[in-house]
Structures are given as structure tokens and as C-alpha cells.
């Protein structure tokens, strides 16, 4: 796990203006690459690729990044892991090719040398890539189906600039700094920053399953993958022996490393779940992380405690309470890349991980979106009902959920008006059911935000859903909204804050496919009941306890020190006593908008 950057331009640049921007954007991103660092730049000073490295495979100054292959003209800047890497090395060798290194780096310049960009179909794994071809002229960039591993570019006068995350771009004086009005609505509904926007104008997120060719000064963007539930009919059981054959087969992949891997481990499901696969693929010497607070209602540290002895796993237990909690939340307001709603626990779990030596670790995240673990699974399908139901009375409907937006004292009351105002299908359901303010309030506060008025704040495209299903188009929102937007994108950013690789065997497009096979009716039973039949290892005290969730006690922690903070996140709210939620929002973007002197 790495950080990328690059710089490619028409026209050539002085080597030494070159070099020192590239040398910005290596500094922006040290954290995620601790270990090395390195630059390339062309004979003609027209492209600049910069890497930094965290060594996960072959830890050798052999797997020194940008790589080249000089003689084909073929440079690379790579972040992520392929799980493939020796088969697919294994049958280049067979056809000829020599290789020099024993990372995965060097195997995606060589089956781009011999597929081009056909090789992404070929991959497993998480990544973020750039390769320049100097024969072409012509730079390739792709990121992994499911989005695990971020991408950020601008493209401005035909120069594209690109780095794994937004931060290196800003410090780099690669972007103008104009906020984007539609992401920063979307921002306010939903509590995470949607791409392919990114909350500057001119800076873009790109999505999951696509790649970018540049070539000119023109860039073209391609989807190769997109999530898509294609279901066959099969028996109870058979569901049961594929998810288990599934399950197996990504925990052992995801075990591909050259230092010890560890897993989060909570109280869940999800994480117990990666604990017993472990040692079904023969994983021995596992070390666990959990965390436990000073709060009796919400602290799982005894039932992680109790399932690590259940698996003889080496564990180790990180207390939080209110002024430690205070210290890490300073560390992880540092950490933000863009404001989220989420994050501060995989950022204070990480941390503790890496103060105990560790480079690699799993986590359960994937679970609940594949196997139905969200009360979204049963409430979305029935709300979407209900206001198809209510719109058989359009211009009532209309009317009424314009008065609720804006009358009701309730926040989801609001949302539910929002919704009203909708065509009511799973995508509209969902997004009320997921949401933090309503679409008027969220216009509302964009413009506050803005000084400009609410009328020139237009709302974002929304994506049509593929799946055919109710419940398995919740499955698709769940995975390509929530789990995309916010999940994964806080679970890299806060992990590499500390050097850290963390890895999400539920979140694999092998997986994904196999599992994907498995119709709704059984693959979504409710409290996830397919994959504690699929790992019956599980403990009944997890698998017979109620899904709580992995939070903590915030107003609790937080009120000393930051109140005043919170205090004008809540004066910006723009109704009454808002929730908890919509204040942590507000709060979060004031603080990205200060550091970066946006406000």
C-alpha cells in the first residue's frame, strides 16, 4: 500500500520546477508510504510520476517505485495490492518474460506490455494505478472495481495532475479551490463526499471500475466493471457450500503478504466471521485489535475479548475514554482528506494497531452490505412502497411533502417530505432512509455556505440502480453509495494516516461474483443468518447477540473542549435542535474549510 501522484503535460517543463512539484506531492502523502520514496521524470520533462512506499511485498529496494521497464519505454506508479500477482506472473513466465523483482508492481507493467488495457479484467485485488507509455505518448489510469483504492485528478489546459488523495493536490497549488455547490449539497444529505465529485470544482474522484486514458491533452474515461447481481437458482444448502467456498477463498487471498497480518475485532459478526476463516485457511498466529470505552451501553472489548480467547488469537485491547479520546479526535481531524460523517473509529483502531508494530491488517467491512446486515434491507423496500402508494394522489403528495420539508419538527419527518417530492423508488428511498438533512435543508445550508442564494444550488445527477430486486438494489445502494463513498473511503485515508494497509476480504470483486450468484431470498435473510450458516464457527454469545454497531460516546467525550465548536456547528443548522449527526457534519466541513482557508 502506497501513495501515487503524477504531472503530465503537452508541452515540457523545467526538470527542476518539475522535480520540486513532484517532491510536494511525495510530501503531502508520507504518511502512506514510510519506507521509500521516488520520482521519475521524462528525458523530455513533460511527465512526472512520484511514489511513496509502505513494503508489503518483497520488502527489497527491488520493489523501489515509479518502476520502469526502460527498453519497452513502460513507467508505473502503483498503489495496492494484487492478490493474483503469482499466478498471473506465472503464466508470463511461460510465455517468455523475465522478471527481475518478486513484487506485483513489476507483473502489472508486464501484463500491461503484453494486454494493454484489457489486463484489468485479469486482476484481483485493490489498486490505484498509473502507467505512462512513452512510445504512445499516452498515460493509463485505473482503479480497482469496488473502489477500495482512491484516485483523485484535475485536468486543466491539457496538464492532468493526480494523487491518491485530495490533500497533496491542494498543497501541491494543483487546483483552484473553488467549491463545488452540487458536492457540497450532496454533502450535506448524505454525510460523505459522492464521487466522482470531490468538493473542489475542478477536482474529480475517479469511480470505481473505471480507467482514464490521457493522450494529447484530451482525456477519455471508461467503465470495465460495475456491480451487478446476476442470481441462479439453486437450494439452501448449495447457497451455504458456494458462500463458504467464497468466504474461504477470499480470506486465504487476502493472507497474501511478506509481513505478519493482522484483524480488527469488534464484537460482530463480520470481524468473528474473518477470525474463524483465518483459521479455517490454516492462519495460526493471528493477532486481534479491539477497542473498549468507558461507556457500559456501547463497549464490546469483553465479547471481542471473549471470542479472541474462544480462537487463540494474541490479542490486545486499546481503552478510550474521554481525554484520550480528546487527543486521538485532534490526530484525526489532522488525518481528514475530505469531510465525512465517519472515520474516528478505524482512525483510533489503526493507530493502535501500528503503535503495536503492525503493517497489514483485515477488516470485517462488506459484511453487512452482502448479507443484508442493515435495518435499510427491510425499512427501504417498504418506503419506497408506501410512497409509490401515496403518489397515486400526485398533486396532494407533492404539496404535502413540500409542507413537511419544511414545517415538520422531526428530522426524518423532513426527509420524509423530501421524499414525497420524489418519484419513490428504491434510489429516492434509500437516500431518505441513509440521509443527514433533507434536499431543501441541504440547499439551504449550501447557500448559507456559498452567500449565494438557494435557487443556483442544483443538486447532483443521481445514478440509476441495475438491480432488478428490492432488496438486492439495496444491496447495490448500500455498496455503491454508503460502502463506496464513505466506508472505504475513510477506511483508507485513516489507515494510511498511520502507515497502516488495511484489508477488506468481504470487499473483493471474486468474492463479490460468486457470492452475487446467490438470490436475494436467501443470500439476505435477515441478521445476516447466510453467513453464520456459511461459518458456523461462530460463537453463539456473537452470533445470538443484537447488532449494535461500532460507535462511540461522543457527546459524552466531546463536550469539554470542543464545545464551542459544536455550539456554532449548531447555531449554522438551519432548523431547530438538530441531530446529532447533522451537527457532526457541519462540524467536520468547518474544519476542513479552516484548515484549508476556505471559510
Avoid at 456501547?298 to 480467547?309: C, G, H, I, K, P
Avoid at 414545517?407 to 426524518?412: C, D, E, I, Y
Avoid at 463479490?512 to 453463539?540: H, N
Wanted: a neutral charge; one cysteine or more; glycine letters at 8%.
Amino acid at each position: 500500500m502506497c501513495g501515487i501522484a503524477g504531472i503530465i503535460d503537452t508541452q515540457p517543463a523545467p526538470a527542476d520546477e518539475l522535480r520540486a512539484k513532484l517532491a510536494e506531492l511525495n510530501a503531502a502523502m508520507r504518511h502512506r508510504g514510510p519506507d521509500d520514496q521516488g520520482v521519475w521524470i521524462s528525458t523530455d520533462s513533460s511527465t512526472g510520476l512520484a511514489h511513496v512506499r509502505l513494503s508489503i511485498l518483497d520488502l527489497s529496494a527491488a520493489g523501489h517505485q515509479p518502476m520502469s521497464i526502460p527498453e519497452r519505454g513502460l513507467h508505473i506508479t502503483f498503489n495496492g495490492e494484487i492478490y493474483n500477482f503469482r499466478e498471473l506472473r506465472s503464466e508470463l513466465e511461460r510465455e517468455g518474460v523475465t522478471f527481475t523483482t518478486h513484487t506485483d508492481t513489476e507483473v502489472l507493467l508486464r501484463l500491461y506490455e503484453h494486454e494493454g488495457q484489457a489486463m484489468l479484467a485479469r486482476l484481483r485485488g485493490m489498486f490505484a494505478f498509473a502507467i505512462w507509455d512513452d512510445r504512445q505518448r499516452r498515460c493509463f489510469l485505473a482503479r480497482d472495481p469496488l473502489g477500495i483504492k482512491p484516485l483523485y485528478y484535475t485536468l486543466r489546459g491539457g496538464r492532468l495532475a493526480f494523487a491518491s488523495e485530495l490533500r497533496p493536490l491542494q498543497q501541491a497549488g494543483l487546483t483552484v479551490g473553488e467549491i463545488d455547490p452540487g458536492a457540497l449539497m450532496r454533502y450535506f444529505k448524505t454525510g460523505s463526499v459522492a464521487e466522482p465529485q470531490t468538493l473542489l470544482m475542478d477536482v474529480h474522484c475517479l469511480e470505481a471500475g473505471h480507467y482514464l486514458l490521457w493522450e494529447a491533452g484530451r482525456l477519455a474515461k471508461r467503465c470495465y466493471w460495475q456491480v451487478e447481481f446476476h442470481s441462479e437458482e439453486m437450494s439452501a444448502a448449495q447457497a451455504v457450500t458456494e458462500v463458504r467456498a467464497a468466504l474461504l477463498d477470499t480470506t486465504r487471498a487476502h493472507f497474501v503478504s511478506d509481513v505478519p497480518v493482522g484483524i480488527f475485532l469488534s464484537g460482530g459478526i463480520d470481524s468473528t466471521a474473518l477470525t474463524a476463516l483465518a483459521r479455517a485457511v490454516g492462519q495460526h498466529d493471528i493477532a486481534t485489535f479491539s477497542i473498549g470505552v468507558d461507556d457500559a451501553g456501547l463497549d464490546e472489548s469483553s465479547v471481542a475479548r471473549r471470542t479472541a480467547e474462544h480462537f487463540g488469537t494474541r490479542h490486545e485491547e486499546m481503552r478510550l475514554d474521554a481525554e484520550t479520546a480528546r487527543h486521538e479526535l485532534a490526530q484525526f481531524l489532522r488525518a481528514m482528506d475530505q469531510p465525512s460523517i465517519d472515520g474516528f473509529n478505524t482512525h483510533t483502531v489503526a493507530s493502535f494497531a501500528h503503535q503495536r508494530g503492525m503493517k497489514v491488517v483485515l477488516s470485517g467491512l462488506g459484511g453487512d452490505e452482502m448479507f443484508g446486515g442493515y435495518k435499510s434491507f427491510d425499512a427501504v423496500p417498504r418506503l419506497a412502497a408506501a410512497t409509490q402508494a401515496a403518489r397515486l394522489l400526485p398533486g396532494i403528495v407533492q404539496a404535502s411533502g413540500w409542507l413537511i420539508e419544511r414545517l415538520a419538527p422531526a428530522s426524518r419527518a423532513r426527509r420524509i417530505g423530501s421524499l414525497l417530492r420524489t418519484p419513490g423508488g428504491i434510489r429516492d428511498a434509500y437516500g431518505c432512509f441513509r440521509g443527514i438533512f433533507s434536499a431543501h435543508e441541504a440547499r439551504i445550508l449550501a447557500a448559507r455556505y456559498l452567500h449565494s442564494s438557494a435557487r443556483d444550488i442544483h443538486p447532483s445527477p443521481q445514478h440509476t440502480l441495475l438491480a432488478a430486486d428490492p432488496r438486492d438494489a439495496v444491496s447495490e445502494c448500500e455498496l455503491r453509495f454508503y460502502m463506496r463513498n464513505q466506508l472505504l473511503k475513510d477506511s483508507d485515508v485513516m489507515s494510511m494516516a498511520h502507515g497502516l494497509e488495511l484489508r477488506v476480504p468481504l470487499v473483493d470483486q471474486t468474492f463479490f461474483r460468486r457470492v452475487a450468484r446467490v438470490p436475494a431470498a436467501l443470500r439476505l435473510r435477515s441478521g445476516k443468518q447466510m453467513l453464520l450458516d456459511a461459518v458456523p464457527e461462530i460463537p453463539s454469545w456473537v452470533s445470538q447477540a443484537p447488532k449494535r454497531g461500532f460507535v462511540f460516546p461522543f457527546e459524552k467525550w466531546l463536550g469539554k473542549g470542543w464545545g464551542d465548536a459544536f455550539a456554532r456547528a449548531t447555531a449554522r443548522a438551519p432548523f431547530k435542535n438538530p441531530t446529532w449527526y447533522q451537527r457532526w457534519s457541519i462540524f467536520m466541513l468547518d474544519t476542513w474549510l479552516e484548515r484549508h482557508g476556505l471559510l
